[in-house]
């Protein structure tokens, strides 16, 4: 038993080691748009730390969902949080499982790419939105009377780009339409829809997102809107940006380089593509030219020897 145990361990540090070479070449490679997506969050993130200083409290939009939806309050409006904690950190677990486990049918640091590019495209369309109409906070700590409603006048430039972070990220006020929740949640869903293998959890995550929209709405942190905003926004952005992107390499397939997949691919492809040609005679065309260029030369040797008297 110990013996196979050392064994098995064994096995699984060299798989991780091996992987950990992989990806290293690949983010070696890969690193500028990693970066650049990494950054982006920061800068969404004050952006929404700046809409808070033109936040003005008010009465509260009529909702369908806060009619239809009733209120969590401050005391259970943790569960929507929880939620999508678990969403997000179940999600970053499974795109490093290539790490570990012998199915592999991504690169952990080409899936992130095509995440961050569609974090991105949905947060500045976002943050967009957000600025061109400042609506009166439907959460707990953005109504009237509330002391974190509306921000004092910075200081300082630093205290702005600090953004408080977590504390001014939690209790931010203003920017409402659409919700980043969601943004998230849906790209880590449509995600795992596309690379993921298992069927149940595919199901299970849709049901989560679900979930996580009303629950958004009963805990009052965005009006109806701003949830179902996202949920179409985030799809056609999704839908649009996954055509565009390279796609990934299958691993399942057995691809043999890790850093040029595709070219190599699309060349064992178009070399099977024209061997069949020659197999099925559909390259008729082709022998025609061979034999009329044979045809022309032995002409061409028979009328050099007859002007030559031979």
């Known amino acids: 038993m110990t013996l196979y145990v050392a064994r098995e361990a064994s096995k699984l540090w060299k798989r991780f080691c091996k992987e950990v070479s992989i990806e290293i070449l690949l983010l070696a490679e890969k690193w500028k748009l990693l970066l650049a997506g990494l950054i982006f969050q ?41 939620v999508f904690t678990f969403v997000f950190f179940s999600f970053v677990l499974w795109t490093f499982h290539p790490f570990i486990f012998k199915s592999k049918k991504i690169y952990t640091v080409l899936l992130w790419r095509r995440v961050l590019a569609f974090l991105v495209a949905s947060q500045f369309l976002r943050i967009i939105t957000f600025y061109s109409t400042q609506l009166p906070g439907p959460n707990y700590h953005c109504r009237e009377g509330s002391p974190l409603a509306t921000l004092p006048r910075p200081g300082s430039v630093l205290e702005v780009l600090l953004i408080n972070f977590p504390r001014g990220v939690i209790y931010g006020c203003g ?58 926004t985030v799809n056609l952005v999704v839908f649009f940006l996954d055509k565009k992107l390279p796609e990934l390499p299958d691993r399942m397939n057995g691809t043999p380089s890790p850093l040029l997949p595709l070219v190599t691919k699309d060349k064992d492809s178009r070399t099977k593509e024209e061997h069949h040609k020659l197999l099925n005679g559909n390259s008729g065309d082709t022998v025609d030219r061979v034999n009329g260029k044979i045809s022309e030369d032995a002409n061409s040797v028979h009328s050099d020897t007859t002007s030559n008297g031979t």
Do not use: C, N
Not at 61 to 70: E, K, N, S, T, Y
Not at 218 to 224: E, F, N
């Open 175 to 232: 920017d409402l339409i659409f919700s980043s929740h969601m943004i998230f949640t849906l790209v880590f869903v449509l995600t795992y829809q596309k690379y993921g293998t298992r069927r149940d959890i595919k199901l299970l995550a849709w049901l989560t997102a679900a979930t996580q929209s009303l629950l958004i709405i009963a805990s009052r942190k965005h009006y109806t809107v701003d949830v179902v905003v996202a949920w179409y």
């Open 42 to 82: 920061y800068i969404h993130g004050l952006a929404a730390r700046g809409v808070h200083y033109f936040h003005r409290p008010g009465p509260t939009l009529q909702d369908a969902g806060f009619f239809l939806l009733p209120e969590l309050g401050k005391e259970r409006a943790y569960i929507s949080e929880t």
